[in-house]
């Protein structure tokens, strides 16, 4: 059977943001790695919940039944998201990094002072800070954990000569939101493991681009975060069922004890919980245009691969442009291998700073800085306010604007 083309002028239409301009400049959004545009099928989903049952939740109101139910079926829709069979792993919250920090302050109760914790240098802060404040509340030891410079990822050799009896916990990325950059979450957890440490994963930045399967991974938590995978500002934590069930919980006494909800603190933003479901439909809708079936696991699945492809192909055009442009030097792997499309640059005569501010005027939305990932910019010797210019691609995006993207950054730089 031949493949089915990637539909990309359907998708586009299913995405009122593409369309807007800004006094009929038209929009390149390779600003994707701080934030993903959203379907209409989110949009319709928040705009449904404010004109039919908005309210809290928990009582017999219709529109109470109807939150509980909604809020139910989006955990569920979650998990199978996610990997997992058990809708009791999924913690919905603000954000990452405040979904970490709760955690941290539960996980600190089974370490000791003395205990050993390792961190990746190829975080974002959203994974370091939490840690080193929990380590500093404790007095744990912090153990820092390099990535390869040449083949952009943590080594499992690197980990083996950190990893010690003493060894609680390790904090790892599976995708850097500076180099791109893909860890083996699966090998480095299970070398965690035999070590006897937990494994708590930061995946915000490689769900937009691939489907995470925390059971096949082993690990214990992973974080990401749904406006980064075309969704709403929120957080979401897998937790295996007998950790959360057992850590020493943050919540007030009148609370749900029960999992998942025994860590939702306070009342959630229970529109934004719609509009989750309304991007975890729109991965079922796009499925079905490229002629998938099964069960919605499988769907995510055939989305994700679409997805994948065409951004592959828009990864390697945009990366052999990059490469080609004189003085531009990438902050990251210069080839497909073990990335997805987060890609980052510098320039030996022009500041990231100004080229950001240019191609931005030009309608080319990008982002610089050190992104919040301060270790990966440290361990680059990036200038720490300077930092990089970085272009994030999604499924969305086509060659046409690549290569419009590719002419504008050339010239900017010529
Ligand atoms: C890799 C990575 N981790 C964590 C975060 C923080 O996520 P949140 O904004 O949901 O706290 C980001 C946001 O840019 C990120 O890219």
């Not at 529109?271 to 796009?286: D, H, K, P």
Request: aromatic share 10%.
């Amino acid at each position: 059977m031949d493949p089915v083309a990637f539909p990309i002028d359907q998708v586009r239409a299913a995405f009122p943001a593409l369309a807007t301009s800004d006094d009929g400049q038209r929009r390149i959004y390779f600003d994707n790695a701080a934030g993903t545009q959203v379907p209409q099928h989110t949009i319709d989903r928040i705009t449904d919940f404010f004109h039919r049952y908005n309210s809290n939740t928990g009582v017999f109101n219709s529109t109470s039944v109807a939150v509980d139910a909604m809020v139910a079926e989006t955990i569920r829709a979650a998990a199978d998201y996610l990997g997992t069979d058990d809708p009791g792993e999924v913690i919905i919250g603000a954000n990452m990094t405040t979904l970490t920090y709760q955690l941290s302050r539960s996980l600190a109760h089974r370490f000791s002072p003395g205990d050993e914790i390792i961190i990746s240098r190829m975080e974002h802060e959203g994974n370091v800070t939490p840690w080193l404040q929990m380590a500093e509340d404790n007095d744990l030891t912090v153990r820092w954990l390099d990535f390869d410079r040449t083949t952009w990822r943590v080594e499992p050799a690197a980990l083996e000569a950190l990893l010690n009896d003493r060894t609680r916990l390790l904090a790892l990325n599976y995708a850097s939101n500076l180099t791109g950059g893909v860890n083996n979450v699966k090998a480095l957890t299970a070398l965690a493991h035999k070590a006897g440490a937990l494994v708590y994963v930061d995946a915000v930045q490689f769900a937009s681009h691939r489907l995470i399967d925390v059971v096949d991974l082993g690990v214990d938590f992973l974080a990401c975060s749904p406006y980064k995978f075309f969704g709403p500002h929120l957080g979401v934590v897998f937790g295996r069922r007998e950790l959360l069930e057992s850590l020493h919980v943050y919540k007030l006494r009148c609370a749900s004890d029960d999992l998942p909800y025994r860590f939702s603190t306070g009342t959630p933003a229970f529109e934004l919980i719609a509009g989750l479901m309304g991007t975890l439909e729109y991965f079922q809708w796009l499925a079905g245009l490229v002629g998938a079936d099964g069960n919605r696991r499988a769907l995510f699945s055939a989305a994700y691969s679409a997805m994948g492809e065409h951004e592959d192909k828009l990864s390697a055009q945009l990366l052999e442009g990059l490469n080609a442009i004189p003085g531009l030097q990438m902050q990251g792997a210069t080839t497909l291998e073990h990335r997805v499309a987060t890609f980052s640059f510098t320039h030996d005569r022009c500041q990231p700073s100004a080229i950001a501010r240019q191609l931005s005027a030009a309608g080319l939305f990008c982002h610089w800085g050190d992104n919040y990932a301060m270790e990966v910019a440290r361990a680059l010797d990036l200038d720490p306010v300077e930092g990089v210019v970085r272009l994030g691609l999604a499924h969305y995006n086509t060659r046409d604007e690549v290569a419009e993207g590719l002419d504008l950054i050339a010239s900017t730089l010529a």
